[in-house]
């Protein structure tokens, strides 16, 4: 594995694969799906960008406005891994693994490239357990489809976002000054 990164020596998990429904703690019933054509699911997802709160923004992302949301989110959309919460028909969590290699062809071998995860859950259904239920299943998704590296840059002020991390199995890697760099081996 071409690795740049320290990652921890044993794998996480196992985690749960998608799909599955849920109850959160607010009594809603959510139903979590792996996307494997994300172009059908693409059109959900912006709607649910568009209605996240701007003040939730991490590192620039989601970017602001709807065809600024699209044309990140067709820009990654190939080669990304996404899982998605609905809650009805309404997306209201998104969670992805982006490869990070500036060579498509390496992502034909998952196991060979390191991938970046990010998750936005909706401000209304935060803190109610969605987050943990759709960041497992994207790692139980992602270890049925070969993938062993994910790592993620979170703010560090962002203790909610570090403690849901470090529950799943992920690991301080590296700070920056207003990051910490964290990482998990499926």
């Known amino acids: 594995m ?28 959510i139903e979590i ?7 059908e699911t693409l059109e959900d ?29 067709e820009a990654i959309a190939d080669e990304s891994v996404n899982v998605v919460a609905y809650h009805g028909e309404d997306v209201v969590a998104h969670a992805m693994l982006v490869p990070d290699t500036d ?18 859950v909706l401000q209304a259904y935060q803190r109610a357990g969605i987050g943990t239920k759709l960041l497992e299943h994207l790692l139980g998704h992602a270890a049925d489809i070969g993938i062993e590296q994910v790592w ?4 560090r002020w962002n203790n909610p976002a570090i403690a849901l991390y470090e529950r799943v199995g992920f690991e301080a890697t590296g700070t920056e000054s207003f990051e910490q760099e964290m990482a998990i081996r499926l």
């Not at 993620?152 to 703010?155: K, M």
């Open 103 to 120: 060579d498509p062809s390496a992502v034909e071998d998952r196991s060979d490239v390191e991938w970046e995860l990010a998750i936005f």
């Open 2 to 29: 071409a690795g740049t990164r320290p990652y921890p020596d044993e794998p996480a998990g196992p985690f749960p694969s998608p799909p599955t429904t849920a109850e959160d703690r607010e009594g809603r019933s």
């Open 152 to 155: 993620l840059t979170v703010e």
């Open 45 to 73: 997802v912006v709607e649910m960008y568009v209605a996240f709160d701007p003040t939730d923004r991490a590192q620039g992302i989601p970017p602001t406005g709807e065809s600024r949301i699209r044309n990140w989110l």
């Open 33 to 39: 799906r792996a996307t494997n054509d994300f172009e």
